[in-house]
């Protein structure tokens, strides 16, 4: 199975900082990799897709970037509601592998 | 609106069986393929199973395969996540997901809000 290293686990941050989470493939992955936000007791939430593709209704501050083995999630400016886990999702081949997750937490 | 509500989780014994549903409404179930993707208590999340929009091909991981089985009922709606054999690392929210991107891409863009499974003697 692929797996996902996601780094950093944890950071903190202020609102305004930009921010960014990095995921590293064990092998290429082409350009199939997305990025969820979870918050304390809520389902994830879809924010890219194949890497750079932004779903519909979230904010143009979040970003995405890379392809074969190395991609990045960045948020231009942190704002309060950004504060919340991240995970990418590589979805490759079977089985599909998420990595372990990156809180972003207020500093 | 775009609904997915899983049921059926409890507290179940180690090598006992359970069987999760999730109900699609909103759009055409029979349309896309499903996931299931489960979270244990102050972890991380992990892709469990998938089933193609018609029921074909299912593909599992390999923490599950052999012991979970996915179906579907596109009549009914419904995704079902049959689990056998289970052990106390099973227990975890269980989230129905669409993969519901088109033109070749994947990624899961409807969740259910979970169902929880505790595997306890």
């Known amino acids: 199975a692929i797996q996902m290293t996601q780094s950093p686990s944890s950071l903190s941050a202020s609102v305004g900082d930009r921010v960014t989470i990095t995921c590293r493939a064990s092998q290429d992955i082409g350009n199939e990799l997305g990025w969820y936000q979870q918050k304390p007791g809520k389902a994830p939430r879809l924010l890219m897709y194949a890497t750079s593709s932004l779903q519909g209704g979230v904010p143009s501050r979040f970003s995405g970037s890379g392809s074969g083995t190395d991609f990045t999630l960045t948020i231009s400016s942190l704002q309060p509601e950004d504060f919340a886990t991240y995970y990418c999702l590589q979805d490759y081949n079977y089985p599909w592998t998420f990595g372990l997750g990156t809180k972003v937490e207020i500093k | ?121």
């Open chain 2, 1 to 121: 609106q775009v609904q997915l509500v899983e049921s059926g989780g409890g507290v179940v014994q180690p090598g006992r069986s359970l069987r999760l549903s999730c109900a699609a409404s909103g759009f055409t179930f029979g349309s896309y393929t499903m996931h299931w993707v489960r979270q244990a208590p102050g972890k991380g999340l992990e892709w469990a199973a998938l089933i193609t929009y018609d029921g074909t091909k299912q593909y599992y991981a390999d923490s599950v395969k052999g012991r979970f089985t996915v179906s579907r009922d596109n009549f009914e709606n419904t995704l079902s996540l049959q689990m056998n054999s289970l052990r106390v690392d099973d227990t975890a929210l269980y989230y129905c997901a669409r993969d519901g991107i088109s033109g070749g891409d994947d990624a899961f863009d409807i969740w259910g809000q979970g169902t929880m499974v505790i595997v306890s003697s």
